[in-house]
């Protein structure tokens, strides 16, 4: 092989190398503000606590199905 195609091979992977961790820094930065966004507004608080529904109607057939009583 010429020693020009070795260079031109090798300039052509460094370039997609920046490139790609240029991609790489700004899929990160959007990927954390998502996730401040996200946990801004509560995600995965369903008001409950986790405890059952307060409903005194439905106390009962919770515990059931949960095998409390």
Excluded: H
């Amino acid at each position: 092989m010429s020693n020009s195609i070795k260079e031109e091979a090798q300039e052509q992977a460094e370039q997609a190398y920046k490139i790609f961790l240029k991609f790489m820094k700004w899929l990160s930065y959007g990927t954390v503000a998502i996730m401040l966004v996200v946990a801004s507004c509560n995600f995965g608080v369903d008001g409950t606590g986790g405890k059952y529904d307060p409903d005194p109607a439905l106390q009962d057939e919770y515990r059931s199905r949960m095998g409390i009583t």
